[in-house]
């Protein structure tokens, strides 16, 4: 199945500056997704994005399809923006298959 | 989008015991429900895949035998972990996943177990 890559695996920011995750995908991207984990574990979903560029307030995120990759950007970061953030992807499996996630820490 | 409710959110049991965790579409129906199950600091890693009316499939490595599936209608599939041991302590989640009237996959809130 496919193999998801993911980085930084942990991150620390200070409020207000901007970041950028990235997702590598091993194979073709065809339900690509980006979640955030909240504290209480819950998934919350960010983007629904097998291809082209979305954005949703502070957040937007971009797929490049040929080339197997996906980034998510968080402007003007805040505190609550905190937590741990994954992408997967099904391939062409249907079972969705996640990153090993982006722990990231916003400081006041 | 999807809603997707599991039930119950925590749960503490003896070891030895067995639990069961259910996970219902409220606004659709389901034949296929995805189960995930994430240790700490680490990623959700796909357990089995739960299917309405049939045996479920499981991925490798994981035992059919002690995570028991049951998808007996269109809008709950259940999770029974049997005697269960401390090393399967572990936030559970089940997922709709997309193809059933939406793109994209949906999560329930998940189940922390405790196994003492």
């Known amino acids: 199945g496919i193999q998801v890559e993911q980085s930084p695996p942990d991150l620390i920011l200070q409020e207000g500056a901007n970041s950028t995750l990235r997702c590598n995908f091993s194979?073709?991207?065809?339900?690509l997704q980006w979640f955030h984990q909240n504290p209480w574990g819950q998934l919350i979903n960010l983007f629904y994005i097998p291809s082209g560029t979305k954005q949703n307030g502070r957040l937007s995120a971009t797929t490049v399809a040929t080339e197997r990759y996906s980034l998510l950007y968080i402007s003007s970061s805040q505190t609550t923006d905190s937590g741990v953030y994954f992408c997967?992807?099904?391939?062409?499996?249907?079972?969705?298959?996640f990153g090993q996630g982006t722990t990231l820490q916003v400081k006041p | 989008g999807a809603v997707v409710s599991q039930h119950p959110s925590w749960v503490i049991c003896k070891s030895g015991t067995s639990v069961k965790i259910e996970c219902r579409s409220l606004d659709f129906q389901a034949t296929t429900m995805f189960w995930y199950r994430q240790f700490p600091k680490q990623s959700l890693m796909l357990m089995a895949t739960?299917?309405?009316?049939?045996?479920?499939?499981?991925e490798q490595g994981v035992e059919k035998d002690k995570f028991l599936i049951n998808h007996a209608s269109l809008t709950l599939s259940t999770l029974t972990v049997t005697s269960a041991h401390p090393e399967d302590s572990s936030f559970y989640i089940c997922s709709a996943p997309p193809g059933q009237g939406w793109t994209e996959a949906f999560f329930g809130q998940g189940t922390r177990l405790t196994v003492v």
């Open positions: 739960s299917n309405e009316g049939s045996k479920a499939t499981y």
């Open positions: 194979d073709s991207v065809n339900n």
């Open positions: 997967a992807d099904s391939g062409n499996t249907g079972k969705l298959i």
